[in-house]
């Protein structure tokens, strides 16, 4: 099994904002994986504003969330939310992929997921959230004639394994970039959770 990539929260802000041809996969998908819910706040709270400063509008969005029944529905209303003011709270659209592809179908924008804590999707019956998510990603960012993309930021939580995700064909996001950060970052991330406090 190879190692994942070790990238800062600037570099994949970079790679994701400016792909190359390095880490083309980082478009199926980045899971970073992180020792704590702390410091993957914190990864998000360093990430989110990096990718907004680029143009991308992004939603954060906690595994946890999504494990409840409505949580689908839950994401579909937050992208149009988000991402379509003029359209939200009017009528529901079937799917979250319905959702996404109604708006970057027509609108150049690119929409960033940050999604917290998605080692515990992987271990739901048959992956139903992530399988779906992937569905959405699939029908947009395959689509040649979509004005906007779909981006995925996920973390993964110690002591699951991204690599181990990623690399198993039977996974919902097969290919997509495992990754994680310097050491530095990680005790400087511990360091501004500890002062917000």
């Not at 804590?117 to 779906?132: C, P």
Request: aromatic letters at 8%.
């Amino acid at each position: 099994m190879r190692n994942p990539f070790t990238l800062s929260p600037s570099q994949i802000a970079d790679e994701l904002l400016f792909p190359g041809p390095l880490h083309m996969g980082m478009a199926s998908g980045v899971f970073v994986q992180l020792p704590s819910t702390d410091e993957s706040a914190q990864f998000f709270w360093d990430l989110a504003p990096m990718l907004e400063a680029g143009g991308m509008r992004v939603m954060v969005v906690d595994a946890a969330r999504l494990q409840a029944e409505d949580g689908l529905s839950f994401l579909s209303q937050l992208v149009r939310d988000r991402c379509d003011p003029a359209r939200a709270g009017i009528g529901k659209d079937f799917t979250f992929a319905d959702a996404l592809a109604n708006i970057l179908n027509v609108q150049p924008l690119t929409i960033a997921l940050l999604l917290g804590g998605a080692q515990r999707l992987s271990a739901e019956a048959d992956e139903r959230i992530l399988k779906a998510i992937k569905a959405a990603r699939d029908m947009v960012n395959l689509e040649p004639s979509a004005a906007g993309r779909f981006r995925m930021v996920a973390t993964w939580i110690l002591p699951a394994d991204p690599c181990s995700y990623v690399e198993n064909r039977r996974s919902a996001f097969y290919g997509a970039t495992a990754v994680r950060l310097p050491a530095v970052d990680r005790q400087e991330a511990s360091a501004n959770t500890t002062g917000r406090n």
